[in-house]
């Protein structure tokens, strides 16, 4: 397997060139035993590697948050942003690991890919203020209307769900008019409201957004990739 270094953080990892990432590790054709071996051995210098990147960031994690409870620091938009997103890839980077763990590559390539777009959007919105509180928004929007939908469904689906009814009351479709009604005034002209980073409409597509930010190699390097990969 083979470390990807973005931004000097080696955290993500790919299937190296040759190796079909839709067969098991060790069940590969048409390979001698010794290839087998210089694979296996591969595999797992990487997969140590990764392991002790992904504790370093928990490390990380757990600092930021305890000097912000220590301190009880009052907590912008952007940087509420900046930390769920870097929680994100951690929660996504431990799925991967389990995968890895046990040698199923079966939907590694989803996973790297989100927590690629991930590491993007955590860039953008760490520059951007405006941007932290459009995605904020958006993504506020979408978790109220998902929970209201789950909510319509019959008593016994909601129970398995473990979502009160009351909770999702009438409180609910207030605050989504709210929240709707703010993520509209962000645009500028009122419209392209579908992309919550194309407020000026001059940003139509995530390739531009890239490129305004200078993440455009990332973008096709890793992101272009592993879509082309999930999408075959």
């Given at each position: 397997?083979?470390?990807?270094?973005?931004?000097n953080?080696p955290?993500?990892?790919?299937?190296?060139?040759?190796?079909?990432?839709s067969?098991?590790?060790?069940?590969e054709?048409?390979?001698?035993?010794?290839?087998?071996?210089?694979?296996?051995?591969?595999f797992?210098?990487?997969?140590?590697?990764?392991?002790?990147?992904?504790?370093?960031?928990?490390?990380?994690?757990d600092?930021i948050?305890?000097?912000?409870k220590?301190?009880?620091?009052?907590?912008?938009?952007?940087q509420?942003?900046?930390?769920?997103?870097?929680n994100e890839?951690i929660?996504?980077?431990?799925?991967?690991?389990k995968?890895?763990?046990?040698?199923?590559?079966?939907g590694?390539e989803?996973?790297?890919?989100?927590m690629v777009?991930?590491?993007?959007?955590l860039?953008?919105v760490?520059?951007?203020?405006?941007?932290?509180?459009?995605?904020?928004?958006?993504?506020?929007?979408?978790?109220i209307?998902?929970r209201?939908?789950?909510?319509?469904?019959?008593k016994?689906?909601?129970?398995?769900?473990?979502?009160?009814?009351i909770?999702?009351?009438?409180?609910?479709?207030?605050r989504l008019?709210?929240?709707?009604?703010?993520?509209l005034?962000?645009?500028?002209?009122?419209?392209?409201?579908d992309k919550?980073?194309n407020l000026?409409?001059?940003?139509?597509?995530?390739?531009?957004l890239?490129?305004k930010y200078?993440?455009d190699k990332?973008?096709?390097?890793?992101?272009?990739?592993?879509?082309?990969?999930?999408?075959?």
């Amino acid at each position: 397997m083979t470390i990807i270094e973005v931004r000097n953080n080696p955290v993500l990892v790919i299937p190296p060139k040759g190796m079909n990432s839709s067969q098991e590790l060790d069940t590969e054709p048409s390979i001698t035993p010794s290839q087998t071996l210089e694979k296996d051995q591969y595999f797992r210098k990487q997969l140590k590697l990764l392991k002790k990147e992904h504790r370093k960031s928990i490390e990380q994690y757990d600092v930021i948050t305890s000097i912000i409870k220590r301190n009880k620091s009052v907590v912008s938009i952007q940087q509420h942003v900046a930390i769920r997103l870097y929680n994100e890839i951690i929660e996504f980077s431990t799925s991967l690991l389990k995968l890895l763990e046990q040698h199923r590559v079966t939907g590694v390539e989803t996973l790297l890919r989100v927590m690629v777009e991930r590491y993007l959007f955590l860039e953008v919105v760490s520059a951007d203020t405006h941007l932290a509180k459009s995605f904020h928004l958006k993504s506020g929007i979408i978790k109220i209307k998902t929970r209201m939908i789950k909510c319509r469904l019959p008593k016994e689906d909601s129970q398995f769900l473990d979502i009160s009814q009351i909770e999702m009351g009438r409180g609910s479709q207030k605050r989504l008019e709210r929240l709707e009604k703010e993520y509209l005034s962000a645009f500028i002209d009122g419209k392209h409201q579908d992309k919550w980073y194309n407020l000026n409409g001059k940003i139509p597509s995530m390739e531009k957004l890239m490129k305004k930010y200078k993440l455009d190699k990332e973008f096709s390097d890793y992101y272009i990739v592993l879509s082309q990969e999930v999408h075959s």
